[in-house]
């Protein structure tokens, strides 16, 4: 189902696409691929919000750098100095965050409308980004595709192509809170990660180029333990790139029994914890597991490559399953 959702400045309608299955039920606005909201139940049966979200469009619009439930890109998480090297040549960027660029800079993929199609239990959204927007080489074609199962969990597929090599990694940047986005701090919550490394950061929150081990640090989730707060790190899961994806994360909250597993094609997750989340949400108020590359790995050349070039297409897969205990 599509309904009008609100309407830009300039004009532009933003559309609101509602899927249902499997006891889940899911918005998805085509303005910046946002996943608005997904209500799923308790083990008592009883349905409630567990992503952050705004009721209208102008919440998005005033309050952008918290990038609720947005699709990112062209890159996401951060890229050093604003720019990157590729093929003996160095691309300048426009930084958004002091001298780098985060999540594919001030008018990535999160501001943009798409153009929606329905599929098959699911919504289409795609659109061309030009070559030199934001800076970045290549005309690329991008769609994704968000689906619900028999079961109820949200896939999200990502595909893309281009006509000149470039660098691409997307994600999706929902906050989850499975006691209810209006129940507090999910610092009570427990994660397992399937992660043994993480990537160490500098100023700035640019990875040094390390892959040290979690062991003994505040960093391991192999064994789940509650989150608490202070975490903005991303961390190098144990199966790395794969063609399917596998199971690499568990979040679940004791109170309602809700449980969110996290399966992905990706080699990287980030957690970050919400700490810095502007009015009207709390600190902590939700738990954002952004599954990616890793961060500017076109500096890192030890790093999985993120270069896109034509004839090759991008591909990568991420489900959120929903259950209760």
Do not use: C
């Not at 085509?30 to 608005?36: D, I, K, M, P, S």
């Not at 080489?137 to 006509?163: F, H, K, M, N, Q």
């Not at 006691?179 to 610092?187: L, V, W």
């Not at 076109?298 to 297409?313: K, Y």
Request: proline share 7%.
């Amino acid at each position: 189902m599509s309904e009008l959702f609100g309407t830009l400045p300039d004009g532009t309608e933003v559309h609101r696409w509602t899927l249902e299955r499997g006891g889940t039920r899911v918005e998805v606005l085509t303005y910046g691929g946002v996943v608005r909201s997904v209500r799923v139940p308790d083990r008592e049966g009883r349905p409630a919000e567990v992503v952050l979200g705004f009721a209208a469009l102008d919440g998005y619009l005033a309050h952008p750098d918290p990038y609720l439930g947005a699709l990112i890109g062209r890159y996401a998480n951060r890229l050093a100095g604003a720019r990157f090297p590729l093929d003996d040549r160095v691309y300048a960027l426009e930084p958004n965050e002091g001298p780098n660029l985060l999540h594919g800079g001030a008018r990535g993929f999160d501001k943009r409308v798409w153009t929606a199609a329905p599929v098959e239990h699911g919504v289409r959204l795609s659109r061309v980004s030009p070559h030199g927007e934001e800076g970045f080489p290549g005309t690329v074609e991008v769609a994704v595709t968000y689906s619900l199962s028999a079961s109820g969990a949200l896939r999200i597929a990502y595909e893309a192509t281009t006509d000149a090599p470039t660098v691409l990694s997307l994600t999706n940047h929902s906050y989850f809170n499975l006691a209810g986005a209006d129940s507090g701090s999910a610092g009570g919550h427990e994660l397992r990660l399937a992660a043994s490394r993480f990537t160490p950061v500098g100023e700035g929150l640019i990875p040094t180029g390390e892959l040290r081990d979690v062991a003994d640090s505040r960093l391991d989730f192999r064994t789940a333990r509650k989150v608490g707060s202070g975490y903005d790190h991303n961390f190098v899961l144990d199966k790395g790139v794969t063609d399917a994806a596998q199971e690499v994360a568990e979040l679940h909250d004791p109170g309602s029994g809700r449980t969110l597993t996290v399966s992905t094609t990706e080699p990287g997750l980030q957690l970050y914890t919400g700490d810095h989340l502007p009015d009207p949400f709390t600190p902590g108020a939700g738990i954002a597991l952004e599954t990616q590359h890793f961060p500017d790995s076109p500096h890192q050349p030890a790093f999985p490559s993120t270069v896109l070039r034509p004839g090759e297409v991008y591909r990568s897969e991420t489900v959120y399953g929903f259950s209760v205990r």
